[in-house]
């Protein structure tokens, strides 16, 4: 079955230690995305990479580091200057401007991460 | 800017009644617009979306017409089921350049038997 998917579900980390979130996804996708999803707030764009090699900040990339070395995976390393990196992560992925359906979006189950 | 607003919740409702959850937008340009629902502990699903002005998204028996006059993506069901208890999100992306969704707040619904 093609998806996407995050791993871990549950990450534990203490205070100022990087932590990486995996995501990959096998639907052949070009795009890809990481939301943040903070309690009763909708999800805001932290950095998304529309071809492989590339990727752009977001909204609130400040704190955070992403690679696309290939085109199934879109890491997303939380460092220690992410004041407060307590939240649900999703990854996203979709096609890219130009082919069919391009504008929907398809995510993966998320990974909630609590630092202590 | 691009900006979606969104009913506030937490919404409850009894099984079988009629739901409405407000969306507004605010864009340049011709967006795309959608309706995302999240069950507990889990990332969202596409429910249904619309491409273009006065387009019928429907999925689940779930309705939203895009309203290009009012900008306005509200979501309805005739009769709602205890598992349609979730949180739904309406959302907005733009036509050209990047493809990143802009979301509104999301609005929790409860149905109750």
Redesign the interface.
Known sequence: DGGITQSPKYLFRKEGQNVTLSCEQNLNHDAMYWYRQDPGQGLRLIYYSQIVNDFQKGDIAEGYSVSREKKESFPLTVTSAQKNPTAFYLCASSHQPGQSSYNEQFFGPGTRLTVL | GNS?T?MEGPVTLSEEAFLTINCTYTATGYP?L?W?VQYP??????LL?A?KADDKGSNKGFEATYRKETTSFHLEKGSVQVSDSAVY?CAL?????????F????TRLTVIP
């Open positions: 979606v969104q795309s959608f995302y502990g889990e990332g969202l699903q596409l979306k491409t999100f992306s733009r036509q050209t350049g990047a493809n990143n969704l979301f509104g707040t999301g």
